[in-house]
């Protein structure tokens, strides 16, 4: 059976060249591009909290590095450096090589060297932490929102706790949905060249992790504001109901919950000036991402997220979003 080290070396060795020093030593070295602020985020992953145990371990590789990625693309820096550090129950050197496969294809095409890290037995865990680059004082933050800007979304949140319900049994999804939303839970895409599009652009950034009416939330709170969210804006899921005779008005109502609040999506949720909503569409042409505007930022509680339907009338959804502590009360 290989040892800790052989272990590392085998699988996770692999050379850094943006880094002077990489995996090997008490620390690894690096030095920031001149005149850059670094952005410095941790994630951790635990079985059965983040992830169900018989997850492929190579799409576990990818989402690992993947979310910590995310944070980075919220705050619109430049991805440079991860650390990687687990806990594995026991040695199954194909679990761990399919991993490693999965972690460094995500390295690979968003340009990151993983420089150092740790291993332990015990229960399966992950984590990583990720720094990037960003010019001082462009770093896309959450307290930047202002009264009348335009609340907007990426992608198509909800996908992946749509995903996550199919694997769990806990709904039937009809084709080919199961397939899109397995992918966007197991396999999210970090919006890291929609983050670096926003520098100067919007006021106040975040990626979609626990529920898209929790986190536009957290922006209202640090920005010391409340939200109008537009139902009749949102993303399109409805097609997941289907139509006609198949129409599901149940899976409907499901799948709007999972937009709202269901998370892991990945997502990018940011504030910006109307006056900005041509160029905001102009990224979204140039990177092929669809972009929503969802609502806007209103004077109010801070931290007040409403959510209106066609008529303007308030609807109150139950969830919000996840939290890991108020889950278990």
């Not at 995310?70 to 820096?77: F, I, K, P």
């Not at 690979?108 to 420089?115: A, C, F, Q, S, T």
């Not at 198509?156 to 939303?181: I, M, S």
Request: proline share 7%; glycine share 10%.
């Amino acid at each position: 059976m290989a040892g800790e080290f052989a272990l590392i070396d085998k699988y996770f060795a692999r050379p850094t060249p943006s880094a002077i020093l990489g995996p090997g030593d008490d620390c690894a070295l690096v030095q920031p591009t001149p005149g850059k602020q670094l952005a410095v985020t941790t994630d951790m992953l635990v079985s059965g909290t983040h992830f169900l145990p018989d997850t492929d371990p190579k799409n576990l590789g990818w989402k690992a590095l993947a979310v910590n990625l995310s944070d980075l693309a919220a705050m619109g820096a430049m991805p440079r450096w991860v650390t990687l550090a687990g806990a594995l129950p026991a040695v199954d050197e194909a679990w761990i090589a399919a991993f490693a496969d999965g972690f460094f294809a995500c390295a690979k095409e968003y340009g990151v060297d993983v420089i150092g890290g740790d291993t332990t037995k015990g229960p399966l865990n992950v984590c990583i932490t990720a720094m990037g680059e960003v010019e001082p004082g462009r770093a896309l933050r959450r307290d930047g929102a202002q009264v009348g800007d335009q609340i907007w979304v990426s992608g198509r949140p909800g996908l992946a706790a749509l995903g996550l319900a199919h694997l769990q049994g806990r709904v039937k999804l009809p084709e080919p949905w199961p397939r899109l939303c397995v992918a966007a839970l197991e396999k999210p895409r970090p919006r890291v060249a929609l983050g670096q599009a926003l520098v100067g652009i919007a006021t106040a950034a975040i990626d979609v992790s626990d529920g898209l009416l929790a986190d536009l939330g957290h922006i209202c709170e640090r920005s010391a504001c409340a939200a109008a969210v537009k139902l009749v804006q949102l993303p399109h899921l409805r097609d997941v109901a289907g139509s006609g005779d198949s129409y599901d008005a149940d899976l409907r109502r499901f799948a709007l919950d999972c937009q709202l609040a269901g998370g892991d999506d990945y997502e990018l949720c940011f504030t910006a000036p109307g006056t900005l909503s041509l160029t905001i569409g102009q990224i979204a042409a140039r990177l092929e991402l669809p972009l929503w505007h969802i609502g806007e930022i209103v004077a109010g509680e801070a931290g007040a997220v409403t959510v209106y339907d066609p008529d303007m009338k308030p609807v109150t959804f139950e969830r919000k979003g996840y939290d890991h502590f108020a889950a278990q009360a």
